[in-house]
């Protein structure tokens, strides 16, 4: 089965009650049982639920993966990885990350007992010299949030299996409609299914695929135990979403490719992050491992705060928000809004200067958001 049918078919199966096209949404906490133990397959839908089961499948499907597990975000899904770990263990994580996810490593799960390692993973000769016997993880954005980096997922795989290390990839900017993480090497694949995968901003959910079973029977362990689950009503939501990811995805790479363009000839624009340029660090690695470059577009502006307060609050197109991937534009400001956790010294070493602006370029007409770029700047 090809992707674009995926999306609509994938891992779903036929209603037997009513013939139903779309997976009911089971808004039910329990099921009848006829006798003590003996049920239908469904006892408690923090454990089980259908509707999100059908999203489990859809998403293992989409990743080439044999499970899927559905949360209450990409937070609780990443909180259920870092679960599998101990006090002492280390992970060596990106350094140019979602802010969520940095706090979540350094402000939570540091207090525990791990130990996180940031680094510049495009640097592959330099990790070798970071993984220690305490080592059990890479933990890896691309393209990264908000600078838009790009790892390349095989190699780093390589390294993984020589070490014996876990490689797990959030793949929230790419969507599997770009860019398959299992196929290139990686044990655990992360979305913030809030973003792209749904696609309206109506939903927060996060998303895990992976093939390995005992990796697969403690991270259900993970899920059921902690309860950080989605309601059916959310993976109703999504998987109507995913249903139309490909034609999303089409359109927000048009339109950032004619954004990204006019960007960098623009006289009151510095640096423009995109990796479909070919002077784009990585450019040859993204070619590869990703069919297009995404929609998500970050650059520079020539000026300080001030002008860059200005510029975002002048959009009448996009808007002026947190998040991304959702089917309308949104201009956000990393430094003090998506990554202000991260601390200003750290920010600034990995570029999230005071005069970076992160574009997720929507799927409107492009000549409307092209237009409303030229009046927010000038």
Known sequence: MKF?????????????????VMPPIYQTSTYSQKSPGEHSGYEYSRTQNPTRHALERSIASLENAKYGLAFSSGLSAIDAIMKL?????EIISTNDLYGGSYRLFEKVFKKFGLKFVFTDLRNLNEIENLISSKTKLIWVETPTNPMINIVDI??????????NLLLAVDNTFSTPFLQKPIDLGADIVMHSATKFLAGHSDVILGLLALSNDELAEKLFFMQNSSGAICGPMDSFLTLRGIKTLH??????????????NYLKKHDKVDDVYWPGFENHPNHNIAKSQMNDFGGMISFTVKGNFDLVKRITSSFKVFTLAESLGGVESLVNHPATMTHASIPKEERDKIGITDNLIRLSVGIEDISD???????AIN
């Open 85 to 89: 770990f101990s006090p002492g263990d």
């Open 4 to 20: 674009n049918t995926k999306t609509i078919h994938g891992g779903q199966i036929k209603e037997k009650a009513y013939g139903a």
């Open 247 to 260: 034609v999303r995805m089409q359109r927000h790479c048009e339109n950032a490719r004619v954004i990204a």
């Open 369 to 375: 958001l092209v237009d409303d770029i030229k009046q």
């Open 154 to 163: 095989e190699d780093l795989s390589k390294i993984c299996k020589t070490n």
